[in-house]
């Protein structure tokens, strides 16, 4: 069974630094791109951006650039999202995927999501 | 950047319903690229259309995608209290970026 097991839920100041984490199973992990999705606390869904494992291959959405690092370590078969410095903005919900790419681009299994709180 | 936009935010019906949710794209999309997510509260999204109009595995016949270029819809026959969730349409394009709708609330 294809599984996402994403870190748990952290509570932190403005101005302090995170990364989260994505461990995937039963899948050969470095074969999938990996996503990062937002969402913010009563809102939609917001792609961040997407590595591909195996050789760690990353682009950002024009509005995440910047704004955080997504990495990846195939040893371990976890993907990873970094801030070095939080905003009280960031305080949402956060889900990886994996996408498929067998000529139809989607997101076809979930992690559970990490909460991230940041608030002074 | 493709911009989807979803109608309409709210839908309210009844059980044993047909239920219609559109996703109006700002440019062309393939149908290959298109693909739709069903979010309950406290869960992560599900994929239930994808190909615009495949049904992913354990997706009941109930749930069917269609249409083309910048219009598409889903469509939910025979509505389950089950069904009731917020519903996001997804893009992918060859920047590559992705981007989804809004969000449809699918309400009782």
């Known amino acids: 069974e294809v599984q996402l097991v994403q870190s748990g839920a952290e509570v932190k100041k403005p101005g302090e630094s995170l990364k989260i984490s994505c461990r995937g199973s039963?899948?050969?992990?470095?074969?999938?791109?990996i996503v990062w999705v937002r969402q913010m606390p009563g809102k939609g869904l917001e792609w961040m951006g997407i590595i591909y494992p195996d050789d760690s291959d990353t682009r950002y959405s024009p509005s995440f650039q910047g704004q955080v690092t997504i990495s990846a370590d195939k040893s371990i078969s976890t993907a990873y999202l970094q801030w070095d410095s939080l905003k009280a903005s960031d305080t949402a919900m956060y889900f990886c995927?994996?996408?498929?790419?067998?000529?139809?681009?989607?997101?076809?299994?979930w992690g559970q999501g990490t909460l991230v709180t940041v608030s002074s | 950047e493709i911009v989807l936009t979803q109608s309409p935010d709210t839908l309210s019906l009844s059980p044993g319903e047909r239920a219609t949710l559109s996703c109006r794209a700002s440019?062309?999309?393939?149908?290959?690229?298109l693909a739709w997510y069903q979010q309950k509260p406290g869960q992560a999204p599900r994929v239930l259309i994808y190909?615009?109009?495949r049904r992913a595995t354990g997706i009941p016949d109930r749930f069917s995608g269609s249409g083309s270029g910048t219009d598409f819809t889903l469509t939910i026959d025979r509505l389950e209290p089950d069904d009731f969730a917020v519903y996001y349409c997804q893009q992918y394009d060859r920047s590559p970026r992705y981007s989804f709708g809004q969000g449809t609330k699918l309400e009782i």
């Open positions: 440019q062309s999309v393939s149908r290959s690229f």
């Open positions: 039963g899948h050969s992990f470095t074969a999938y791109w």
């Open positions: 995927a994996r996408r498929v790419s067998s000529g139809f681009y989607y997101f076809d299994s």
């Open positions: 190909g615009a109009s």
